[in-house]
Structure formats: C-alpha cells, structure tokens
T-cell receptor, first 113, second 112 residues
C-alpha cells in the first residue's frame, strides 16, 4: 500500500513569506506527527494529532507555526513570516495506534532565503 | 531540548563485528523506539519496546530497556556494510497526546 507522502519535496521561499507543507498519512492511521530535522541532528518534535485534534502542540517553536488536520487524514503545516532559521527538513509520520511505531514520509526540504 | 541521548555519537566497525549503541532518557516513558536513517533518506522504524518489557529481538537486532536506569541499548549482530546509517532512539510518553522525542543519533559506519 501507499506510504506517507509529503508535498512539495522541496520548497524555496523568501524571508517573510507564508508557506504550507502537506502530509498525506497512511490510510487508516489515526495518529500523525510533524517533526523538523536539521543536518546532523535528530528529528525535533513539533506537534501530534490524534484524529482531527492536536493532542500535543508543545513543540511548535512560536506562534508563526500552525498545523491542521480538519478531516483526520491529510495535515497541513503552516508557517507565517518565514525566517532563515526555519530552513530545515520537515518530516511527517503516521502511526496506526497512538504512540506506536511511526511511518515517516520523505520530508519537505524548506529553504528560506 | 532532546530527551534521548545516544552514545557513542559515531561508531566505525568492520563488517561481521557487532555494533552496540546506547540511549539514555530523562522522564518516564510509555515505550522506546529505534529508527534508522540512511544518508539523505527517510527514517525507518526498527523496533519498539514497551516500558514493561526488558528485551526484544528482531532478526539481527536486539534491544534492551532498563527503566530504573532510564537507558536502552541497540545491538546489531554480524554487521554488514548495508547497516551503515544513523540510528536514533525515540521515547514516547503520554502528555494528553503521545509526544515522541528523538535523540541526536549514532552514526554507524561499517567497513567492508
């Protein structure tokens, strides 16, 4: 079956612009995670959805970051007024059971110039 | 900040040798997971061990968990060049949702 997909695979934007990153989880997976990974580092937790609700958003760095999952499937990570420090690989993962093994997408490489 | 910390940061071994990576964490967990990431590729789940389990095996992988010491180890036996990758431990704990915290990883290089 299809795995987790993320679009776009690469996004280059100018400082101050707004971006949206999309994640399509594995069908039927109720749990969805967003992470950010910088080169040479482990993934940094951003937010966890259980169904449509954000059960833990404590990893979002500030109020410029927001994520939604309106129908409990596809999720969008939204970043307002992008800064150069937002440049990173943004990863999405889904799991069939809360807290269970996660299946990762290939990521979106965000570059803010 | 990251909860999990891996040790060593980097490990270089010969093909056929065993590789051991350690992970320490700070708070109570629901489970601990190990992932592999090949250079420039996505993360792949290897094994999950629950907080009430002490040891788990999967093929050439063996994971132990010591909740009293808040530590885990991943052993890869009879390593192969294809095992060259970064290995991350991730701790999952309930906060109303299941927050998962990754460590900085161990970079394993297996020489053919």
């Amino acid at each position: 079956g299809a795995g987790v997909s993320q679009t776009p695979s690469n996004k280059v934007t100018e400082k101050g612009k707004y971006v949206e990153l999309r994640c399509d989880p594995i069908s039927g997976h109720t749990a969805l995670y967003w992470y950010r990974q910088s080169l040479g580092q482990g993934p940094e937790f951003l937010i966890y959805f259980q169904g449509t609700g954000a059960a833990d958003d404590s990893g979002l760095p500030n109020d410029r970051f927001f994520a939604v999952r309106p129908e409990g499937s596809v999720s969008t990570l939204k970043i307002q007024r992008t800064e150069r420090g937002d440049s990173a690989m943004y990863l999405c993962a889904s799991s069939q059971t809360p807290g269970g093994e996660q299946y990762f997408g290939p990521g979106t490489r965000l570059t803010v110039t | 900040s990251q909860q999990g910390e891996e040790d060593p940061q980097a490990l270089s071994i010969q093909e056929g040798e065993n590789a051991t990576m350690n992970c320490s964490y700070k708070t109570s967990i629901n489970n601990l997971q190990w992932y592999r990431q090949n250079s420039g590729r996505g993360l792949v789940h290897l094994i999950l061990i629950r907080s009430n389990e002490r040891e788990k095996h999967s093929g050439r992988l063996r994971v132990t968990l010591d909740t009293s010491k808040k530590s885990s180890s991943l052993l890869i036996t009879a390593s192969r060049a294809a095992d060259t990758a970064s290995y991350f431990c991730a701790t999952a704990f309930y906060t109303g949702g299941f927050k998962t915290i990754f460590g900085a990883g161990t970079r394993l290089f297996v020489k053919a």
